[in-house]
């Protein structure tokens, strides 16, 4: 009983912290544009999920760490918890959506175009760099988020460990976008 209870404030915390609504978006959205492009089997449609999660993932990545990276890190460390107590829990749905949406989206693409071929130097490095994004995000960026999530529905948050874990992400999002930026690189030489 008691451990239902915590993991229903533990949900209502973070649904609370992070907007339903928006959370709900961020999950049914990409997935629900990357099924249809897959069921109706149209490239055009599948390659524009593909372009516009990626163009959403990169572009977020890349205001994070260029942008709001150096602004919190100006910030006091209780000041920049209290961004992360609100942003946290919406980035923590939404990238892995994005990131999933648009790697799949792109080696469905490779495979229905016949490009999925190791021979290829530029698929291998658009591979490369696809391992080393999901490594960094899944295996760093998301367990961070966890981890900032489990502070902030302790009843006693540890407001140091917030602000430097948030930081951490934000730098490594810095990171993910330029590995991004890199893979379009790739892109726009595969396509010629």
Not at 60 to 73: E, K, N, V
Not at 92 to 104: E, N, S, V
Not at 120 to 131: E, G, H, M, N, R
Not at 137 to 148: A, D, H, K, S, W
């Amino acid at each position: 009983m008691e451990v239902r209870a915590r993991r229903q404030s533990t949900f209502s915390i973070i649904a609370q912290l992070g907007n339903p609504v928006f959370i709900a978006l961020s999950i049914v959205l990409p997935n629900a544009a990357l099924a249809i492009a897959m069921a109706l089997g149209s490239l055009a449609l599948l390659n524009y999920v593909h372009v516009m999660t990626g163009a959403l993932w990169t572009g977020i990545d890349l205001f994070m760490g260029f942008a709001l990276g150096p602004i919190l890190g100006a910030m006091e460390p209780r000041q920049r918890a209290e961004v992360f107590k609100r942003l946290i829990p919406k980035m923590t749905f939404l990238m892995p959506m994005l990131a999933g949406a648009t790697i799949m989206a792109g080696v469905h693409l490779a495979q229905q175009t016949g490009r999925l071929s190791l021979d290829d130097p530029w698929i291998v490095a658009a591979l490369i760099i696809t391992a080393i994004l999901v490594a960094q995000g899944f295996g760093v960026l998301l367990p961070n988020e966890i981890r900032i999530f489990k502070q902030l529905v302790s009843p006693t948050p540890d407001i140091d460990r917030i602000a430097k874990l948030g930081m951490q992400n934000a730098r490594l999002a810095g990171i993910q976008g330029l590995l991004q930026l890199a893979i379009i690189f790739v892109m726009a030489n595969l396509r010629f």
